[in-house]
């Protein structure tokens, strides 16, 4: 745990006790804050008093002299409108953070060149951050990963020369955060989200931008419009830029040429890595994230060779085509975590011979975006409440059938996928759908198509 010092002997209210808040009162409380927590839900409330955490309705809380208020990212700072407390904060002068910021202080309190980097992205993050933190650990090195991915961030281990903290960054952790600054920061791309809580496209994209704008080193994916916009911004005003790219080389920077990533300076190309015989990091999605991860490591001060034989060992994320198992040529694919359309997009391009379990509780706009990968699909197995739906788009393209269960629908395409004479059928689960019509959440899916794999004969579990 970080114990917060730097608010020491100030007064310190906390609202949302989830898990990151929880570990932020316990941070706050450790480096000698006064502080006053409080949650919307009974439940949590009582949880953080069986802790040992000060609890009080801060609606009727003295707010006299209170330094700042700690906001749980989960709960809104400015639309569709600012949470009560932040109200009450604001008219008592407190300001309003979160953990991150709360981190940034101690880092440059305890130890202000300790390496850390900062991932955001609309897309890709995840993934991008448990690379960067397996690839810095697979080379000796103390990686401590948080933030918007496992542990919160003021439970990890306290900055210290030797350490470093890999640290994903949602949009509203940044908002919360106004004094980020990492070593090396990595802006993936941007892309429409999270409107109702940041307004408009362009407050989004402000926001995403501020991570790369305080790092030392920033780090910009320049596939998409916006994120070219800001590391064009960033250059002109004299930061340092590492453009990374998938689509069009940049003039310098790291470019992924296939499986192979190059680093572009002067007109020279210079291969760094490879990613071919990966699996965990097929497609182009992957590419980008490990041209990030690669960009970040290079600023750490690891080697391309160490860098390279942390790629070969990254196991993946759990249901983020992730690769369950296999059975003779049949590869067992979970990306439960699509739950839309556009993020089941990246699963269908990046195989050739695709049997298909889609469906669930469906999202706007369906999978008619998807058509382009029907050529790819030699069958669909339809389950949950999407399942008549998507029949009738697939309607004559792709052959298909309702299988109404993750279990009948693997046991379905594996007997097909046998079957097949490719060289590696896939049977990939990327649903295109939400999970709550069957499920409690996209985790629970992925369990549910790992267990049914699992369960078959014949089968060889990947990393198991």
């Known amino acids: 745990m970080i114990a917060a010092h730097s608010f020491d002997g100030r007064k310190v209210a906390v609202f949302g006790l989830g898990g990151s808040g929880l570990a932020t009162a316990r941070a706050l409380a450790e480096g000698g804050a006064a502080v006053t927590a409080w949650d919307d839900n009974p439940d949590s409330v009582a949880r953080a008093g069986a802790a040992g955490i000060a609890t009080a309705d801060l609606r ?267 059975r003779g040529r049949v590869l067992f694919v979970n990306d439960s975590k699509a739950t839309n359309a556009d993020a089941a997009a990246p699963a269908l391009s990046s195989f050739e011979r695709i049997y298909w379990i889609a469906g669930g509780l469906p999202k706007q706009g369906g999978i008619d975006g998807l058509a382009r990968f029907w050529p790819r699909i030699a069958r669909a197995y339809l389950v949950g409440e999407a399942a008549p739906a998507f029949a009738a788009t697939l309607g004559g393209a792709v052959p298909y059938e309702i299988a109404g269960t993750i279990e009948a629908a693997v046991a379905r395409a594996a007997a097909d996928a046998a079957a097949d004479p490719a060289a590696e059928p896939v049977v990939l689960l990327s649903p295109a759908c939400a999970s709550f019509d069957q499920f409690r959440n996209f985790e629970v899916r992925g369990e549910a198509f790992r267990a049914a794999v699992t369960a078959l004969d014949d089968i060889t579990v990947i990393g198991g």
Not at 107 to 131: C, E, H, M, Q, Y
Not at 208 to 231: F, Q
Not at 256 to 261: E, I, P, Q, W, Y
């Open 60 to 326: 009727a809380h003295d707010w006299t002299g209170t330094a700042a208020l700690v906001l749980s990212p989960g709960v809104p700072l400015t639309h569709p409108r600012p949470h009560w407390s932040v109200a009450l904060a604001h008219a008592a002068g407190a300001e309003v953070i979160g953990d991150v910021e709360i981190f940034c202080r101690e880092r440059r309190r305890l130890a202000p060149d300790a390496p850390f980097v900062a991932i955001t992205g609309t897309n890709g993050k995840s993934t991008t951050t448990a690379l960067i933190a397996h690839v810095l650990a697979a080379a000796g090195r103390d990686a401590q990963m948080g933030g918007n991915i496992g542990r919160p961030v003021l439970s990890l281990a306290p900055p210290a020369a030797a350490r470093c903290h890999v640290v994903e960054c949602s949009s509203y952790q940044i908002d919360l955060a106004p004094s980020l600054d990492p070593s090396a920061g990595v802006l993936l791309n941007i892309s429409p989200d999270h409107l109702d809580r940041h307004g408009t496209m362009d407050d989004y994209a402000a926001i995403k931008a501020r991570l790369v704008e305080g790092s030392a080193v920033a780090i910009v994916g320049t596939d998409d419009a916006r994120s070219a916009a800001v590391a064009d911004r960033l250059q002109a005003a004299g930061r340092t830029v590492r453009r990374i790219a998938t689509r069009t080389p940049p003039a310098d920077g790291l470019f992924a040429d296939g499986d192979t990533l190059l680093e572009i300076a002067g007109g020279r190309r210079t291969p760094l890595a490879s990613l071919a015989g990966i699996g965990a990091l097929r497609g182009r999605h992957n590419a980008q994230n490990a041209l990030a991860a690669l960009a970040a490591c290079l600023a750490c001060g690891l080697s391309a060779d160490a860098v390279q034989a942390g790629f070969a060992s990254f196991p993946g994320l759990a249901h983020r085509m992730e690769q369950v198992a296999r």
